[in-house]
């Protein structure tokens, strides 16, 4: 099972654009809001090695980055792999 986590704001192009995205590919996100709560935003930059633009994005704990690092990501198959089920 995919977990993909997802740092966001309420007015945001590319948090809407890395929604759809991931929802194209057929992945479920949990949506973490850090206009509306501090702590979040605190550990997104924890978390992100200090990144503080939106959205930061994590599968399965690693993080991938932004929306131009989830695309690269996905044009380069990187995405596929990261999300494969693990073989046997």
């Known amino acids: ?3 993909v986590e997802m740092y966001t704001t309420a007015v945001c ?7 759809n995205l ?3 590919k057929g992945f479920d996100y949990s949506e973490i809001r ?3 709560d ?11 090695g200090g ?3 939106v959205p930061q994005i994590f ?15 996905d044009r380069s ?3 596929a792999e990261i999300t494969a089920p693990a073989s046997d």
Not at 61 to 69: A, E, K, L, V
Request: charged share 25%; with cysteine.
């Open 13 to 19: 192009p590319y948090c809407v654009a890395a929604k």
């Open 51 to 53: 990144r503080r633009s």
């Open 1 to 3: 099972m995919v977990s």
């Open 77 to 79: 198959g990187k995405l």
């Open 34 to 36: 850090v206009d509306t």
């Open 38 to 48: 501090p702590q979040h935003r605190d550990e997104m930059l924890k978390r992100s």
């Open 59 to 73: 599968i399965n704990g690693t993080h991938i980055g932004g929306f131009d690092d989830l695309v690269a990501a």
């Open 22 to 24: 991931l929802k194209q």
